[in-house]
Structure formats: structure tokens, C-alpha cells
């Protein structure tokens, strides 16, 4: 099985541009092992560009795809909001992977997502933190992920990540390849 350049272009541009801590998107497969091997080629293809792909979950013949930055993860989980919203749910900070781990066992007991999932997509932590306390109401703004901090900052973001999105799309079309497109860090 071959995971399509273009669902990752389409889902994973902003993240392939450096602009992005992660992304997150589900994948149909045949089977299990397939998809592994696919994941596998991926991250081949792009470990030396500071990407990682990981399946989070396996769920009626769909994979929940992490296409993220480390370094970035990393960054993101010492922020002090993103570590006591990440330790208050049981998380080893210690390291990003560890916290993917985590993450990854969260997913498998919940039904639906944890929603400090957020941190791991690179939100700002103050919307996440909101998200939670407002149980998804009371937003100032919707875009990528519902905004109840600085709504001007992340307009500007999503704006940004749309713009991202587009250019990359406009690329590839035109035959630039992904390994092309990927921002090293």
C-alpha cells in the first residue's frame, strides 16, 4: 500500500514547511501491515527533513496518521501551560516521545480524541487550556482549531496555513516532490 503524496499535501503542508509543529489525519488501508510499511517508507523518506510519521491508532480500517516535527514537540511541551494541561493527564514530560506514547495509549482508551491533543498539533496552549475549560463553547473565532486567546494572531496563522496549503498544492501539481517541498530543521 502506498500512502498518497497528495493526502499529505492536502492534510500536511504547513508541518512539511516548518510552519506547523504536527498534523493529523486518518488513512483507509488493507491491512495493518501494509500501512506499517508505508509509514515506514515515509519516514525513510523524510527523517533526515526532522519529520516523523507515526500510526496513533488502527480503528475499523482506518489509521490515525502523526506526521510531526520532534524538535518541535519537544519545544512545544516545555511551555509551562502545555506542561501542567500534559502532567495534570498523566503525562511524563521527559521527553516529546514519551508524550507521544502517551498520547497514543490516551487514544486507545478514549473514544474520542483527548483533548490535549491540541499540543501536540502546535495550538497555543491558552486555547487548548480554553477548549477544555469551556467544553468547545464560547470561542472568539474558528479556523484550524477554535480560538479563545488572541484571535488577531491566529487569523494571521490560519491565513498563513491556507496560503501554505495552496503554494504546496500549486508545487507538487506542478511536479516538485515532497522530499522538494520539506523545510529541513
Avoid at 510499511?37 to 489509521?63: E, F, H, T, V
Wanted: hydrophobic share 35%; net charge positive; glycine share 8%.
Amino acid at each position: 500500500m502506498k500512502m498518497s503524496e497528495e493526502v499529505i499535501i492536502r492534510h500536511c503542508s504547513p508541518t512539511l514547511a516548518g510552519l506547523k509543529t504536527g498534523s493529523i489525519f486518518s488513512y483507509s488501508y488493507q491491512s495493518r501491515e501494509a500501512m506499517r510499511r508505508a509509514i515506514c517508507l515515509w519516514n525513510q523518506r523524510l527523517r533526515d527533513k526532522g519529520i516523523r510519521i507515526l500510526p496513533l491508532r488502527y480503528k475499523n480500517g482506518s489509521a490515525l496518521i502523526y506526521f510531526y516535527r520532534p524538535v518541535f514537540l519537544s519545544r512545544d511541551i516545555r511551555n509551562k501551560d502545555a506542561c501542567r494541561m500534559l502532567v495534570e493527564r498523566g503525562y511524563n514530560i521527559s521527553t516529546g516521545e514519551r508524550c507521544v506514547v502517551h498520547l497514543i495509549k490516551r487514544l486507545a482508551e478514549c473514544d474520542e480524541f483527548p483533548h490535549e491533543i491540541g499540543l501536540f498539533l502546535g495550538y497555543p496552549p491558552e486555547d487548548v487550556s480554553g477548549f477544555i475549560e469551556n467544553n468547545a463553547c464560547g470561542f472568539k473565532c474558528v479556523g484550524c482549531w477554535k480560538v479563545y486567546g488572541d484571535r488577531e494572531k491566529a487569523e494571521k496563522t490560519f491565513s498563513r496555513y491556507k496560503k501554505c496549503t495552496q503554494v504546496y498544492q500549486e508545487q507538487w501539481t506542478k511536479g516538485k516532490s515532497i522530499e522538494r517541498l520539506t523545510i529541513a530543521v
